[in-house]
C-alpha cells in the first residue's frame, strides 16, 4: 500500500498474491467478499508510474487507484483464473489523469473498472480476456457519487469475456452521471455482451425493487467495434426510465452472432445515431 506518494515509481518485478485458498474460502461461504487485500493500493498519491510488472493471483482486488494523479500503467500482466472471485485487474476511482497502456489482463472479474470521480482516463493497447470486460460502474449505489467523465479506450482485444464494452448503475434513485466516453477500435471475439449498457444493475433483489436508476448518461460513442458475440443480442442499451441515455453515437459497428449469424440490437428509453456500417442494425428510434 503505498499512501501519499508523490513521484512513486514501481518498475519490474511480480506480486503473487497466493489467493488460492482465500478464493476457496469464499466459495465454501467461510470468508466475506471484500474483506481481503488487494496486491497493490495506491492512495492519494501524483505523478505515479508503473510499468514491466506482472500481478498474479490477487485474493481481491489486484489493482487499485484511489484519489490519484497522473498515473501511467505500462506493459502490465495482470493474470488470475477465470473462475477467482473478485479479483478486479485495474480498479481506479476519484483518480484524474490515468493512462493504461500496452497491458494484458486475464482474471475473474472486470479488466478493468472505473468508479465514481475517475475523469480524463485513457486506456489504449489492451488486451482482454478471461474477465467480465472494460466496466464503467457499478455507479449509483450511494448518495452524491462524483461523475465520471472524458473515458477513452482505444485499440483493444476481448476474447471469451462475458462483457465487452459495459456501464452498469444500480437500479436506484442515487444522482451521478457519466459523459463523454469513447470506444474506439475494439475487436471482440467470443463475448458474451460485446456492448451494454445496464442501468438496472441489482445483484440483491431486495435492494432496489421497482426503482430506477438516477445516473445520467450522455454522450458515449462507438466505433469501429468488430467481432463475434456469444448472445444473439450484441448491443443492448437498458437505460433508465426516468434518467433516459442520451447521444450515444454507433458508427462503423460489425458484430455477428457466433459463426457469422446476424446478431441483435436492443433498445430501451436511449436516444442516438448511427453512421457508416452498423450491424446489427440500430435499434435507436
Known amino acids: 500500500m503505498f499512501h501519499h506518494a508523490d513521484g ?3 518498475h ?6 497466493q489467493g488460492q485458498e482465500y478464493w476457496a474460502c469464499k466459495k465454501a461461504g467461510r470468508c466475506t467478499a471484500g474483506q481481503g487485500p488487494r496486491t497493490l493500493d495506491i492512495s492519494q498519491s501524483k505523478g505515479v508510474s508503473v510499468k514491466q510488472m506482472t500481478l498474479l493471483d490477487s485474493k481481491e482486488f489486484h489493482m487499485v487507484i484511489f484519489d490519484c494523479t497522473n498515473v501511467t500503467f505500462q506493459g502490465v500482466r495482470i493474470i488470475a483464473p477465470a473462475d477467482s472471485p473478485n479479483t478486479d485487474g485495474i480498479h481506479a476511482s476519484r483518480s484524474r489523469h490515468v ?3 500496452n497491458t494484458t489482463i486475464g482474471t475473474g472479474d472486470d479488466c478493468v473498472s472505473l468508479g465514481p470521480g475517475t475523469s480524463d482516463m485513457l486506456i489504449r493497447d489492451i488486451t482482454c480476456g478471461p474477465g467480465h470486460g472494460i466496466s464503467i460502474g457499478s455507479l449509483g449505489w450511494q448518495a452524491g457519487e462524483e461523475e465520471v467523465r472524458n473515458v477513452t479506450v482505444d485499440r483493444a482485444v476481448l476474447t471469451g469475456t462475458t462483457n465487452g464494452l459495459r456501464i452498469k448503475t444500480w437500479g436506484t434513485p442515487n444522482s451521478g452521471s457519466v459523459v463523454n466516453v469513447s470506444f474506439s477500435r475494439v475487436t471482440m471475439q467470443r463475448v458474451a455482451n460485446p456492448i451494454l449498457v445496464d442501468q438496472n444493475y441489482c445483484p440483491r433483489k431486495a435492494d432496489c425493487p ?3 436508476s438516477g445516473v445520467q448518461i450522455s454522450n458515449v460513442s462507438y466505433t ?3 467481432g463475434t ?3 444473439p443480442v450484441a448491443v443492448k442499451f437498458n437505460c433508465s426510465d426516468t434518467n433516459p441515455c442520451s447521444g450515444i453515437n ?3 459497428i460489425r458484430l455477428t452472432y457466433r459463426h457469422k449469424r446476424p446478431a441483435q440490437a436492443k433498445c430501451q428509453n436511449v436516444g442516438g445515431s448511427a453512421s457508416g456500417e452498423v450491424t446489427p442494425p440500430s435499434c435507436f428510434s
Open 250 to 252: 454507433l458508427r462503423n
Open 224 to 226: 469501429e467495434i468488430e
Open 99 to 101: 493512462s493504461i497502456l
Open 210 to 212: 421497482g426503482k430506477s
Open 229 to 231: 458475440s456469444m448472445t
Open 8 to 10: 512513486l515509481a514501481i
Open 12 to 17: 519490474g518485478g511480480t506480486l503473487d498474491g
